[in-house]
């Protein structure tokens, strides 16, 4: 089996989006690269960023030499949502990858922990779609094997992979994973974050630019 790992920065176009990718966390770290890293350093490995935004040449200047980045945005309208970034990201998998696991770019909740339970699920039932399931019900991470990815990559506007979840639940596997349910949509929920995850912040964007 080869699973192809995925990172999604921000699936709808907006300038917060673009920032937030940026935006430091507690740990000092830009937030896209701090959910890049715990995947990383689990049973999956090292991910694919995928760069979704129209105006995103900084993020990739300063991830690029740390992952391997996707830049999807050239094929992308404005208006183009997460559905929009979830074809295009399977649309580049390779012809020998047999499943494909998407994790949203703002999840920063997600531990080494939640990965491997969710590896060891994955390996014993590998025909399964295997998914976080937690009070904001299923959502990434996925795992999609290869016999779903012409349905991922109809996908287009606002409706991600979650509508294909509702649509398919004899073929899901859901793992509860309580952490899946913590993301990030807005400075103020960063700063949240923050304050509960106090470390010295290192200089990077700051609350007042995210604000702006």
């Known amino acids: 089996m080869r699973c192809e790992c995925f990172v999604l920065a921000a699936g709808k176009s907006s300038r ?3 920032v937030k990718s940026l935006a430091l ?13 715990t995947l990383s350093n689990s049973p999956f490995g090292k991910p694919t ?10 993020i ?3 991830l690029s030499d740390a992952f391997t980045t996707l830049d999807i945005s050239e094929g992308l309208s404005p208006e183009a949502g997460l559905g929009d970034s979830i074809a295009a990201t399977v649309a580049s998998v ?3 990858t047999t499943h494909a696991l ?15 339970g969710l590896w060891h699920a994955f390996n014993a039932s590998p025909e399964k779609i295997h998914c976080a399931i937690s009070d904001a019900g299923l959502s990434p991470p996925v795992i999609f094997p290869r016999a779903y990815f012409d349905q991922l990559r ?5 409706r991600g992979a979650k509508a294909l979840l509702n649509q398919l639940p004899e073929a899901v596997q859901p793992f509860a994973m309580a952490s899946a349910a913590i993301d990030i949509d807005t400075p103020a929920q960063l700063a949240r974050w923050n304050q509960q995850h106090s470390v010295s912040q290192k200089e ?3 609350h007042d630019q995210l604000n702006h």
């Not at 966390?25 to 890293?37: H, M, R």
């Not at 994790?103 to 922990?113: A, S, W």
């Open 102 to 116: 998407l994790v949203l770019g703002d999840q920063i909740g997600l531990t080494n922990d939640d990965y491997r």
């Open 94 to 96: 390779r012809t020998d």
């Open 204 to 206: 990077g964007v700051s």
């Open 25 to 37: 966390t507690a740990k000092g770290d830009a937030l896209l690269a701090e959910v890049a890293t």
């Open 60 to 62: 990739s200047k300063a």
């Open 16 to 18: 917060f989006g673009d």
């Open 154 to 158: 109809q996908l287009s506007g606002e």
């Open 49 to 58: 960023l995928v760069l979704a935004q129209p105006h995103i040449s900084h």
